[in-house]
Nanobody, 121 residues
Framework: QVQLVESGGGVVQAGGSLRLSCAAS????????MGWFRQAPGKEREFVAD????????YYADSVKGRFTISRDNAKNTVYLQMNRLKPEDTAVYYC??????????????WGQGTQVTVSS
């Protein structure tokens, strides 16, 4: 099993930066893909970015590509999301998730509690 705890959220002005952290615990942590999702008020939860811990590959939603960077520190069992040039539309609760491939499909089975990011104009 994997337990996830996010931190680093806050309030910033448009154009500013924040770095979110996701601390993970679990015996088989290194075998999981890690992802960041977000949910704004009145909207569905959407994918932001993910990273393959074994291969180091990354993937981003078009809305954040070029502004956000996902990274990892295996020694600390931690995943980061560096957010630059923030926009008001980035305002949301951000969630960290851990997933595994099952029958050829990636499924996110574990989720953190979320951390609020608010970007003012």
């Amino acid at each position: 099993q994997v337990q996830l705890v996010e931190s680093g959220g806050g309030v910033v002005q448009a154009g500013g930066s924040l770095r979110l952290s996701c601390a993970a615990s679990g015996r088989a942590f290194s075998s999981y893909n890690m992802g960041w999702f977000r949910q704004a008020p009145g909207k569905e939860r959407e994918f932001v970015a993910d990273i393959n811990w074994s291969g180091g590959s990354t993937y981003y939603a078009d809305s954040v590509k070029g502004r956000f960077t996902i990274s990892r520190d295996n020694a600390k069992n931690t995943v980061y999301l560096q957010m630059n040039r923030l926009k008001p539309e980035d305002t949301a609760v951000y969630y960290c998730a851990a997933g595994r491939y099952s029958s050829g499909s990636l499924k996110y089975d574990y989720w953190g509690q979320g951390t609020q990011v608010t970007v003012s104009s």
